[in-house]
């Protein structure tokens, strides 16, 4: 019971990483808000935290709206009395949309950035009081290898949300410090989650992505949630401010 009596935010929740996260959290006895912008995802993986005697609310949430977000850290707060840990999940990844920096739609790159990075930002920036007053807690960033390498060729809008989400761990890890908020983010390599389904039909491109990972396979939703509950519970207590590679060694390629 890493997580006993914390509670915990994870956006979203509903699919892929965010729902390993949530239903590890859950059997770790953490009270689970999954804030999700697709009802049916978020109810599922409420229902599924349920079924086996966890405790989890839905909240539907689009994480590029302020009004949203702020609902969904009310939610926490009137529901379960306060929120210790916050999981900054949810983003998208355009494909077929995002595109070199040339050839690249202003819509698409709005859209990503909103998603990704505002959103982060917007989850920390109402989610912050609320933690502050209860003396602490802890946020996790889920960035991507592509915000340190250029290792998803064309992708210029999903790649540079995601390295803003190295600079937004640092200086939120520092300006909070002392309010025993610790800030850090988990990097998952190439993980077989919705996100890249459709990525992955394609037998070469599966194929190449197995080969550039060191440990020779894709990554799973299961492989990286331990690592989020590790920087979520105390146990990590004396680490803010880190970037934490689940990536099967591609990175260190
Ligand atoms: N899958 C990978 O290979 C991979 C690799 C590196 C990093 N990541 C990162 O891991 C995180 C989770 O990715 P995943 O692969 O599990 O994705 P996924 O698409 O499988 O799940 C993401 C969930 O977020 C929800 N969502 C999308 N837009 C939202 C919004 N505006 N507000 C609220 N919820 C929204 C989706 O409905 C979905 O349920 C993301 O930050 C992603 O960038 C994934």
């Known amino acids: 019971m890493r997580l006993k009596d914390k509670v915990a935010v994870v956006t979203g929740g509903g699919a892929g990483i965010g729902r390993a996260v949530a239903e590890l959290f859950a059997r770790e006895g953490a009270r689970v808000v999954v804030a999700e912008i697709d009802a049916g995802r978020g109810e599922a993986t409420t229902a599924a935290i ?51 920096a040339h050839e690249l739609p202003d819509e698409v790159w709005e859209r990503t950035m909103a998603v990704n990075l505002k959103g982060a930002w917007l989850c920390s920036k109402y989610a912050i009081p609320a933690m502050i007053r209860q003396g602490g807690g802890s946020i996790v960033h889920i960035a991507s290898p592509t915000g340190l390498t250029g290792c998803a060729p064309t992708y210029t809008a999903y790649s540079t949300s995601k390295g803003g989400m190295f600079a937004l761990t640092r200086i939120m890890a520092v300006d909070y410090a002392r309010d025993n908020i610790r800030v850090n983010a988990v990097v998952p390599g190439t993980t077989e989650t919705p996100l890249i389904a459709s990525l992955l039909e394609d037998q070469a491109t599966r194929t190449r992505l197995v080969a550039k990972a060191p440990l020779g396979r894709l990554g799973t939703a299961e492989d990286v949630a331990p690592l989020v509950l590790f920087l979520a519970s105390d146990e990590s207590r004396y680490c803010t401010g880190g970037f934490y590679m689940v990536d099967g060694g591609l990175t260190a390629d």
Do not use: C, T, W
């Open 50 to 100: 349920r079924h086996v005697g966890g405790e989890a609310i839905f909240v539907g949430s689009d994480v590029s709206k302020p009004e949203d977000v702020q609902a969904m850290v009310n939610a926490a707060v009137d529901h379960y009395g306060g929120l210790d840990v916050l999981v900054s999940n949810a983003a998208i990844q355009m494909h077929g949309k995002d595109a070199r």
